[in-house]
């Protein structure tokens, strides 16, 4: 059964780089049935998908966050990672990395997602 | 982008009554919808992918209609753990978005 795991910091500061890891189990992360993703949601608001990856390294960014944002595969650790730069506290939120499911050349829904980790951004 | 709106915001009710969740897209989405449940200190939940396709071990009393722009999600009897936060997300177009939330509280 397919496993998530987000992990890293929980305080990052103002204007630096916000990197969060997820590690999957369970599974490949060199499937060519999924992709996999980032979402996160500010403390008592919606989601917001950041960025869909690809085993190959293919990546598809959310334009709001694209010019800040680097979602990356390493096969061989079999997670991926999100790197968010020059964060603010618009940024603070809980981050979740999720499975997208990869079905006729187009990336689908997520499942499963992982428990998801708090992210404050605060000197 | 798409903007994906969910109503009402929160419904309330009585176990073992009728919930009826709508979602709404700004443009068609075709089929390409996804509905999802988030309980406090748990994963989101996968229910209906394909607008009306259940997940694998989702109850039959979830049910998902709709196309184009108009989406329901309907939950025939609610028992207790249906009190939830649900999402839906459409898949049509990136960037991917998410509704709102309705919120299913008790009556």
């Known amino acids: 059964q397919l496993q998530l795991q987000e992990s890293g910091p929980g305080l990052v500061k103002p204007s630096e780089t916000l990197s969060l890891t997820c590690t999957v189990s369970?599974?490949?992360?060199?499937?060519?049935?999924?992709?996999w993703g980032w979402i996160r949601q500010p403390p008592g608001k919606g989601l917001e998908w950041i960025g869909s990856v690809y085993y190959s390294g293919s990546t598809y960014y959310n334009p709001s966050l694209k010019s800040r944002v680097t979602i990356s595969v390493d096969t061989s650790k079999n997670h991926f990672s999100l790197q968010l730069s020059s964060v603010t506290a618009a940024d603070t939120a809980v981050y979740y990395c999720?499975?997208?499911?990869?079905?006729?050349?187009?990336?689908?829904?997520?499942?499963?997602w992982g428990q998801g980790t708090l992210v404050t951004v605060s000197s | 982008e798409i903007v994906m709106t969910q109503s009402p915001a929160t419904l309330s009710v009585s176990p073992g009554e009728r919930a009826t969740l709508s979602c709404r897209a700004s443009?068609?989405?075709?089929?390409?919808l996804a509905w999802y449940q988030q309980k406090p200190g748990q994963a989101h939940r996968l229910l209906m992918y394909a607008a009306s396709t259940r997940a694998t071990g989702i109850p039959a009393r979830f049910s998902g209609s709709g196309s184009g722009t108009e989406f329901t999600l309907t939950i025939s009897s609610l028992q207790s753990e249906d009190f939830a936060v649900y999402y839906c997300?459409?898949?049509?177009?990136?960037?991917?978005?998410f509704g709102g939330g309705t919120k299913v509280e008790i009556k």
């Open positions: 997300q459409q898949y049509e177009n990136w960037p991917l978005t």
């Open positions: 443009q068609s989405v075709s089929s390409n």
């Open positions: 369970g599974g490949s992360i060199s499937s060519r049935s999924c992709y």
């Open positions: 999720a499975s997208q499911a990869y079905i006729s050349d187009w990336a689908n829904w997520f499942d499963p």
